[in-house]
């Protein structure tokens, strides 16, 4: 189990693109940058950008017990709280969870909160939900594909039959293919925040997120494209992936700045 992180400068080591593995964002997450990354988000904000979006699909779904799997400083677990859903709050980063748990007492909410590698989820996480969110652009932390097909199956395990995946992703494909272009309407929302790649390739988007009082961080991320995602989950065993883009249902490819998936977990009779 990680405890709260005592860095108090991020570590890249001397070439920072090459560092390039799931478990350095134990060191990225370190206390400064979580204390900075409600302003990056900007609560209210987000709240009128994304609306009920999430609220609204997972109602349509009957889910009542949600898990949370990248809860972050905890604004969707608080959100889905407030909706009336049973939610547990899960997160790799102690830090997180920690500033989490502050953010939704100031608002009169006590998270069950669990810290989960998703990798080994069910060890922690001993219960089924009827759905799963895992946003925020956090599935691409992880960097190998057997970590990946690991967390999904894991994600799989963890929904009862006919639950829901809801997972997130940057649109790294219009980052790739036309570089960067982005309006940070829908997520990142605070409007003295900046956030801008400084280094992609095919295996690394490296972030930049540089704030008002002058400090900076970084995130190194694995750069998903969308079809090599949802063929993932289907692999693993999720049917019925529907894709949005920045809460649309129909959207040119390059304009979105992040996709949605939302995944079943059912079983199909299919018909010779």
């Not at 691409?140 to 395990?157: C, G």
């Amino acid at each position: 189990m990680n405890t709260i992180s005592t860095r108090t400068e991020q570590d890249y080591g001397s070439d920072p693109v090459s560092v390039r593995e799931t478990d350095h964002y134990h060191a990225e997450y370190i206390h400064a940058f979580v204390q900075k990354w409600d302003a990056l988000i900007d609560w209210n904000a987000r709240i009128q950008s994304e609306g009920s979006f999430f609220i609204d699909k997972l109602k349509e779904k009957g889910c009542q017990q949600v898990l949370d799997v990248a809860t972050g400083t905890g604004f969707h677990s608080v959100r889905l709280l407030e909706a009336g859903f049973e939610v547990v709050s899960a997160d790799g980063s102690a830090e997180m969870l920690s500033k989490a748990f502050v953010n939704a007492r100031s608002r009169g909410h006590i998270l069950r909160t669990v810290q989960a590698d998703w990798r080994w989820l069910n060890r922690d996480v001993h219960q089924k939900f009827d759905a799963i969110i895992c946003l925020g652009n956090s599935f691409t932390h992880l960097f190998n594909e057997n970590d990946r097909r690991k967390a999904l199956a894991e994600f799989y395990a963890a929904l009862r039959h006919n639950g829901v995946l809801i997972l997130d992703q940057r649109n790294y494909d219009a980052l790739l293919d036309d570089g960067f272009s982005s309006s940070h309407t829908y997520y990142y929302c605070g409007s003295d925040v900046s956030v801008k790649p400084s280094h992609v390739d095919k295996g690394l988007a490296r972030f930049e997120y540089r704030f008002a009082d002058g400090e900076k961080f970084h995130l190194n991320m694995f750069p998903l494209r969308k079809n090599y995602t949802t063929r993932l989950m289907q692999e693993v065993g999720f049917q019925n992936v529907e894709t949005f883009g920045d809460f649309q249902e129909t959207y040119r490819e390059s304009e979105p700045d992040f996709f949605i998936h939302i995944a079943e977990k059912a079983y199909q009779q299919i018909d010779e």
